[in-house]
Nanobody, 115 residues
């Protein structure tokens, strides 16, 4: 069974940085693209960033230049380095993996950015 566990969320002041992690198990992690999404209170879940099996990356416009996604296939872990955080980045951040068995999500980690 695929399991994704996020960590690293915290309360941080605007302009600060955080590094999120997502540990994967139950799947051959290196074979799958993986993504970060986020959901702010009262809003729909939105895509943040993706990293392919070749380590190519894509970002939503609102994080380009501030966030960096990376992966460690040996440790089966996905990362999101978040810099220059803004109050509007406050959300629960989720990692997502799609395989032939379906879509899998973690339970999320809370990021709160104070003004």
């Amino acid at each position: 069974q695929v399991r994704l566990v996020e960590s690293g969320g915290d309360l941080v002041q605007a302009g600060g940085s955080l590094r999120l992690s997502c540990a994967a198990s139950g799947t051959n992690f290196r074979l799958h693209p993986v993504d970060w999404y986020r959901q702010a209170p009262g809003k729909e879940r939105e895509w943040v960033a993706s990293i392919g099996t070749d380590h190519s990356t894509k970002y939503a416009d609102f994080v380009t230049g501030r966030f960096a996604v990376s992966r460690d296939n040996i440790r089966r872990t996905l990362f999101l380095q978040m810099n220059s955080l803004k109050p509007e980045d406050t959300a629960v951040y989720y990692c997502h993996l799609e395989s032939s068995r379906g879509h899998f999500w973690g339970r999320g980690t809370q990021v709160t950015v104070s003004a």
